[in-house]
């Protein structure tokens, strides 16, 4: 079984400039999983941190809503790993998924991370870049209003 996760779709890292492109991109995606009836996992950064974008209260951490009436499940993580302190390992095992895709928005490092994370798991992976600009970390987190 496949399975699709989805990174980061969140009103303050959409905002920060036009991504109509790679948004357009993203929504086939998700009409061919939903299609498929394959579990497609948005996951949401949750910050604390009141200053932050990010921060969970804030209307700019909310997912786009035109995406996330896509979503199967919608897991929220406080690290840049899908897996650490959230339910998506148990979602993959429920559906019995030895295929993820992901898809979202690189953030220097989350689409990375979750790539070695599920290589450890032996589950088959692909990672779609979809001609979008990566974000270096330094502008990452002026988006972010951390510098």
Do not use: W
Request: positive net charge; hydrophobic residues 45%.
């Amino acid at each position: 079984m496949k399975a699709l996760l989805v990174l980061d779709m969140q009103k303050g890292i959409l905002e920060c400039k036009d991504f109509s492109v790679e948004k357009a991109l993203i929504v086939n995606v998700l009409k061919r999983f939903k299609a498929e009836n394959a579990p497609i996992i948005f996951l949401k950064h949750r910050d604390d941190n009141p200053e932050s974008t990010l921060y969970f209260e804030a209307a700019s951490s909310e997912l786009v809503e035109e995406y996330a009436e896509f979503a199967d499940y919608v897991v929220e993580k406080t690290t840049p790993s899908a897996f650490k302190g959230t339910s998506v390992e148990e979602v993959l095992t429920k559906h019995k998924v030895n295929h993820v895709v992901i898809v979202g928005f690189n953030t220097e490092f989350c689409c990375l991370l979750q790539v070695s994370l599920l290589l450890k798991k032996a589950i088959k992976l692909r990672s779609l870049k979809m001609r979008q600009e990566l974000l270096t970390m330094k502008k990452y987190m002026k988006c972010l209003g951390l510098i």
